[in-house]
């Protein structure tokens, strides 16, 4: 792990994990108003994230000046509870002020190539990003980009197929997309994360290892998945 350009912290457990992930979402966020008058946040797909999505909701965080992104998708009709929009929709999106143009799903329903192209068109006016979150598999993906799989260096969005974690099919944020942040902030807890989060910390040329560096992550882990 590249220490000069990502920063770790251990938490003692995924609750602390959540609540101080909200804390650094609500600071981020009054950062960006106070500077740009709005906040421009990717979400991370999983269910790592979702809890520290439910403990923003009741806080003053400005709601009606959030865009909402989202790093990856499953290409599943919208309403299927497989998908990363409406995981977050029923967490946080759903609970708070906000408007339906301020939030920018995926069309992954689309399908991978022509959701990929039309969430291209989507981000690159939005860019930079004010804050990135991001989740980490247990083979040490982030957002759907997988190990040894290429990845687009000029590309904002791509396709993915063949996805090992399921489903199959896939939109992801590349690299290049998600380091274009002003923040970026790396959840992982638990133990079955504890051997990707160790050979990333060795040094393992892992996706969420590019990534993270790329975007000078703070990652938040706990002790579960840092192996204390
Ligand atoms: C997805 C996510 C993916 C996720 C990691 C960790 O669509 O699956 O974007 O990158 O962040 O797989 O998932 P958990 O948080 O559920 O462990």
Redesign the pocket.
Known sequence: MDQSAVSVETLANADAVARRAAREILASAARAIAARGRFRIVL?????PLAAYGDLVGGDAGWDAWEVYF??E?CLPPDDAGR?SLAAARALLGRVRMAPHQIHPIPAELGPELAAAAYARTIEPALPFDLVLL???EDG????LFPGRVMAADALVVPVREAP?PPPERVSLTPRALAACREMLVLVTGAAKRQAFSAWRNGEDLPIARVARAGRARVLVDREAAGE
Not at 44 to 48: Q, S, V
Not at 141 to 144: C, I, L, N, V, Y
């Open positions: 991370a797909g999983g269910t790592t790093g990856d499953r990363n989740g980490m598999g993906h982030t957002a759907s974690k």
